[in-house]
């Protein structure tokens, strides 16, 4: 009969198999012993490396490793991080036994399948027996397996777990794991070298998160130092989760919470800063030696930032009122290991109440936005009557506008110009405006709320403000423009301006809309003149400016000034003189 033995030449011999559950074999261990011997080796846990365990939900999976008889006591340790939902894990022990074993060499497969075939045998009579049989079935263990198989440890959860043990005789190791909800998986890590560096990062002797500043919208957190940043600082950094959801026991849970969630997440958090191709979903920023990823999923934003080995970081750009999760791991950039702090959790400041400002009817006010902050500006108007007009002029830039009557919201849009808002409701409303600049540098808008449509503030305006240009009218040293007028007598003032061709763009965007001729130097001044249409078909004016250079490009601007005097400017127009004529 063909026989072969297993030789344990070191330390630890750690050969781990997915388990099958099986009755004890009657006749030759020939067949049983192929199997193991041809275990993929894929499955085999090396010492001081990290395993992925997969469990398809009420179904066990078993592992076992042994550790050799040695003089001196054998520490060893076992690491389990849960990556979804609680599981149940348990390592057991089956002792060696010369009465058993005899004196020859330790047969690897007989000692795997006779505890798996014992632990099975007192699983089935558990389940098979009633509570009224509890103490039969605890002699029937105790007659079975009095001096063989032990229990020395058990856990349920979905925290990360390491037991301790020390051995200093030949034994048999099984780890079971079980989950009980749903198809999930871990990560199981084993090891018997305590003395040389950690695959995981240590936290240390207080890993608690804590909250030293809230604002409206920043949160600044601070935690101890990492043992592993002192010792490896240029292999290790900080990495900081927020959501607001919940806190995560593991960097593992939290990749898997962010994949189900449907979006695609960067391997291993992209922790080691490594390139990645980022989803639709995702937002990449990296700044001052900083990444931050933001994955945008159904119950708001998931952010994760790695700040290198700083122990202190202010959350940016928070919503107020709002209560939000904070994880920190300390990761080995070698292995992609990591250790969990423990997480916290802050409620965001409410956002002040902006404050109002009463409009007062046929007044105008000059309001600045700040841009930068993103700031609102409110304004609070009681009608003296039934009907009203409200009149903005955007000076620069684009502002949102909205209007809202006794809490309903009448009218929201972007403005850059001119608009006007008639409205009717009933004597007394309030109406509540609020204003905030589009763009990320500073706006200005000017308002106006008037129930005496008899006497507008601002001029009567056309229907566009836009400046048209002939390009067949165009030639060397002058240009033909033209603008629509109003049914009221008004002055019309054309100005000009020279300017350069990589000008052109800075000299629109930054006009002022809002000022008047008198800000305009003299010689750029080419006339004024009056006219107005009854027929609004024909309130259509045109003007030829001569004198111009050839092949330059002018800035040309056109101020109406009403009977209240206030002055409106058009849309500027760039146009260019022909080179050659």
């Not at 846990?45 to 040695?70: M, N, Q, S, W």
Request: include cysteine; aromatic fraction near 10%; hydrophobic fraction near 35%.
């Amino acid at each position: 009969m063909f026989r072969f033995w297993i030789y344990l030449p070191f330390h630890l011999l750690v050969a781990m198999c997915l388990c099958h559950s099986v009755k004890v074999p009657t006749s030759s261990q020939h067949s049983f012993k192929s199997d193991l011997f041809n275990c993929n080796h894929s499955l085999i846990l090396a010492d001081g490396k990290e395993t992925t365990v997969h469990l398809l939900k009420d179904i066990p999976k078993r592992y076992c490793f042994i550790l050799e008889e040695v003089r001196a006591p054998a520490p060893f340790t076992v690491t389990v991080t849960p990556c979804d939902v609680p599981i149940e894990w348990s390592i057991l022990v089956h002792k060696a036994s010369t009465n058993f074993l005899g004196k020859a060499a330790p047969d690897l497969l007989g000692w795997y399948f006779l505890f798996s075939a014992l632990h099975d045998n007192v699983q089935q009579q558990e389940e098979s027996r009633g509570e009224s049989d509890y103490d039969t079935l605890e002699a029937t263990k105790s007659q079975k397996i009095p001096k063989l198989v032990s229990m020395i440890f058990n856990y349920k959860g979905n925290s990360v777990e390491t037991y301790m043990g020390m051995s200093s005789y030949s034994a048999f190791y099984m780890l079971e794991f079980l989950s009980i909800e749903r198809d999930t998986h871990t990560t199981v890590y084993l090891t018997t070298d305590t003395t040389s560096g950690h695959l995981y990062p240590e936290l240390p002797m207080d890993p608690r998160i804590d909250v030293i500043g809230i604002g409206h919208a920043t949160v600044t957190l601070v935690w101890k130092h990492s043992p592993s940043v002192l010792q490896h600082k240029e292999n290790i950094q900080y990495c900081l989760l927020v959501n607001e959801k919940h806190n995560y026991k593991s960097l593992c849970a939290a990749e898997t919470a962010i994949r189900s969630s449907g979006m695609k997440s960067p391997p291993a958090l992209a922790l080691s800063l490594f390139p990645y191709l980022l989803d639709h979903q995702q937002v990449m920023i990296l700044s001052n030696s900083e990444l931050s990823i933001i994955n945008r999923v159904s119950n708001g934003e998931v952010r994760q930032i790695c700040m290198g080995t700083k122990n202190t970081y202010t959350v940016p750009n928070l919503r107020p009122s709002t209560q939000y999760y904070f994880d920190v791991f300390v990761v080995n950039l070698l292995t992609n290991a990591s250790a969990a702090y423990t997480g916290t959790f802050a409620r965001t400041l409410e956002e002040p109440e902006p404050k109002v400002i009463e409009l007062k009817d046929g007044k105008v006010i000059h309001l600045i936005l700040d841009g930068k902050k993103q700031k609102f500006y409110s304004l609070q108007y009681q009608a003296k009557q039934k009907k009203i007009q409200f009149t903005f002029q955007s000076c620069s830039g684009q502002v949102w506008v909205q209007i809202a009557r006794n809490g309903k919201v009448l009218a929201s849009e972007n403005i850059a110009g001119f608009r006007h808002f008639s409205l009717k409701g009933k004597l007394l409303d309030t109406y509540l405006v609020q204003l905030r600049s589009m763009d990320h540098i500073n706006s200005s808008v000017k308002v106006q709320v008037s129930s005496h449509f008899h006497k507008p503030f601002f001029p009567l305006l056309p229907e566009s403000l836009k400046i048209k240009s002939f390009s067949k009218l165009r030639t060397c040293n002058s240009v033909t423009i033209a603008w629509l007028g109003t049914q009221e007598q008004s002055k019309y003032c054309v100005y000009k301006k020279r300017i350069k061709e990589d000008q052109v763009w800075m000299e629109v965007r930054s006009a002022d809309r809002c000022s008047g001729p008198k800000s305009r130097h003299k010689s750029e001044k080419v006339l004024c003149k009056y006219f107005y249409d009854i027929n609004l078909q024909r309130a259509v004016t045109t003007q030829t400016i001569k004198g111009l250079e050839a092949g330059t490009p002018y800035l040309f601007d056109v101020y109406l000034t009403g009977p209240s005097g206030i002055p409106v400017r058009y849309h500027s127009k760039v146009v260019k003189t022909r080179k050659k004529c």
